[in-house]
C-alpha cells in the first residue's frame, strides 16, 4: 500500500499520480488534500509520515508546490527518510543508498511526464542493502 498526499499546490499531480498507480495495478490510500483550496502541506507531509513510519503503507508519494516544505515536514516524523526527487538518477539513488521511504515531487518544478517516470523508478528500485549504506542510515537515525 502506498500513502500519497499533496497540498493545493501539488493536487493536479498527485491526481495524475494516483491514476498512474491504478493502470499499474498498485493500491493507494489517498491522505488529501482532496481539492485545490488553499491548504496547509505541514497536515500532508505528516499523515503520509505517519502512515509509513506507523507501517500502514510501505511507501509514501507527497507533492506541493515546490516538494520542499512537504518533505521537510515529512522528515520531521522518526524513522522516515523522505527524498525530493526532480530526476531518475536521484530517485534510484535514493532508494539505493538511502533505503528512502518517501519520494517529494514539486508540482511547480517537475512536470507530469518526468514526474510519473520518477514515480515509477522510485517504486522500482530496491535498496541495495550494502553494508556502507546500512551504517550510513543508521547514523541519520535518531
Ligand atoms: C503553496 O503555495 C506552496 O508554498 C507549497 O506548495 C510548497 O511549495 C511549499 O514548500
Given amino acids: 500500500m502506498i500513502?500519497?498526499?499533496?497540498?493545493?499546490?501539488?493536487?493536479?499531480?498527485k491526481q495524475e499520480v494516483m491514476e498512474h498507480l491504478?493502470?499499474?495495478?498498485?493500491d493507494y490510500k489517498d491522505f488529501g488534500t482532496y481539492s485545490e483550496a488553499s491548504c496547509?502541506?505541514?497536515?500532508?507531509?505528516?499523515?503520509?509520515?505517519?502512515?509509513?513510519?506507523?507501517?500502514?503503507?510501505?511507501?509514501?508519494?507527497i507533492i506541493c508546490g515546490t516538494g520542499i516544505g512537504i518533505s521537510i515536514s515529512a522528515n520531521?516524523?522518526?524513522g522516515i527518510r523522505a527524498a525530493l526527487c526532480g530526476d531518475c538518477f536521484s530517485a534510484k539513488?535514493?532508494?539505493?543508498h538511502n533505503d528512502a521511504n518517501i519520494l517529494a515531487l514539486g508540482a511547480r518544478v517537475t512536470g507530469p511526464g518526468?514526474?510519473?517516470?520518477?514515480?515509477?523508478t522510485f517504486?522500482?528500485?530496491?535498496?541495495?542493502g550494502d553494508e556502507r549504506h546500512v551504517r550510513r542510515i543508521s547514523l541519520i537515525e535518531e
Wanted: aromatic share 6%; with cysteine; net charge positive.
Fill in 3 to 13: 500513502a500519497i498526499g499533496s497540498d493545493h499546490g501539488g493536487f493536479a499531480l
Fill in 22 to 26: 491504478k493502470k499499474r495495478g498498485l
Fill in 40 to 61: 496547509d502541506y505541514p497536515v500532508y507531509g505528516r499523515a503520509v509520515a505517519k502512515a509509513v513510519a506507523t507501517g500502514e503503507c510501505e511507501k509514501g508519494i
Fill in 76 to 78: 520531521k516524523v522518526p
Fill in 93 to 96: 539513488a535514493t532508494r539505493e
Fill in 114 to 120: 518526468l514526474a510519473l517516470m520518477i514515480v515509477d
Fill in 123 to 128: 517504486l522500482d528500485t530496491p535498496f541495495s
